[in-house]
């Protein structure tokens, strides 16, 4: 905004001043020149339960921009520790939300979250819908979290996070047995950056991440918010798996780079479509090709080795190992395969299953009696 208007229930205006912004939270401090204001109990997000009543406050579609006077809606707490997906536009992440199903629609964003005892606990951020307008899923940013940022930004300081160059993928019940893993908890690693702070530490393609700092990691969410909140340059340990035994590790914590991401891994939406026909292999279920330009440039592929599966067949081994048509094949057993050759080799050396690297993660295919 090149110009901040804040119009006060008194109807007097001021022009506001940023004091500072933080993209990534889509939280930012603005100063007006007034005295005398009334402020905001800040309440303590963190003891927020499921089933609580609260309010939302806000001027929703600017329907009461005329008299000055917010609206009030009112739901109970549905959900905490909500995650909404990356956003693209300014690479913002929203983990840890408090879900309500109290009415927020557009004019309420950047209203409060409060709960019974009048105490702000969240700042509304999001809704989910299908049409634009309220369909019973509103979203805040905890207070306590916000906190964090909003007195940094006031302090006039930088806002930095913690990165370890790595992306992940959830641990599906297949990859849990294959890993041999006896808990639920745990993030697989798909790739690790050049250079970075995972890379320097000796993290690696296939391990499987357990606790970061001392601190559980449940989903690739959790390990970006918990990474984010530990200041860069500091020490802290890492327990992983890898084959199958447990080991630590100690990394050095390194800053965010913006525009790069910490990140999952990100389904394809792509599918490929009059390819009965084309050449390739069958197995398992599905058919691989090699990698040509023409197909790259068709289905939009990523610039990778290994082969791109352009149909899989329903109820087959490959379609309940998740393997989808576009998925570019580029390990097996982590080994890299760079042709149907290769990767026909590389599975009939396989006995039960293999472990298959795609581009949309790990996938573990089991194979069929048939097929050993």
Known sequence: ??????????????????????TRTDLAVIKIPAEGLP??????????????????????????LEDSK????????????RNLPLMAEGNRRYPDLIQTDAAINPGNSGGPLVNMHGQVIGINVAIIS???????????????????????????????YGWLGVSVQEVTPDLRSYFGL?????????DVVAGSPAATAGLQ???????VNGRTIDDPADLSTIVADIPPGRQVPLTIVRDESRQELTVTVGRYPEG????????????????????????????????????????????????????VEPGSPADEAGIVPTDVVT??????????????????????????????????????????
């Open 182 to 190: 006896q808990q639920e908890a745990g993030v697989v690693v798909l």
């Open 39 to 64: 402020a905001a109990a800040l309440g303590d997000s963190d003891d927020v339960e499921i089933g609580q009543w609260v309010m939302a406050i806000g001027n929703p579609f600017s329907f009461a």
């Open 70 to 81: 917010p609206t009030v809606t009112t739901g109970v707490v549905s959900g905490v520790r």
């Open 260 to 311: 790069d991401a910490t990140g999952e891994g990100t389904d394809s939406e792509q599918e490929p479509g009059g390819q009965d026909d084309a050449p390739g292999q069958e197995i398992m279920g599905m058919r691989v090709e090699d990698i040509t330009p023409a197909l790259s440039m068709q289905y939009g592929l990523p610039d990778t080795e290994g082969v791109v599966v352009t149909s």
């Open 130 to 160: 299908t049409t634009g307008g309220y369909m019973g899923l509103g979203f805040a940013i905890p207070i306590n979290r916000a906190r964090q940022i909003l007195d940094q930004l006031i302090a006039g300081e930088d806002i930095s």
């Open 1 to 22: 905004a090149e110009r901040i208007t804040v119009r006060l229930p008194d109807g007097r205006d001021f022009e506001a001043e940023v004091l500072g912004a933080d």
């Open 331 to 372: 390990h097996v057993e982590r080994r890299p395969v760079r042709s149907v050759d290769e990767f026909l080799a590389a599975v009939g050396r396989c006995r039960d299953r293999c472990l298959l690297q795609t581009t949309t993660g790990f996938k573990v295919l089991k194979k069929q009696e048939t097929d050993r």
């Open 205 to 211: 393609t296939g391990d499987v991440i357990l606790t």
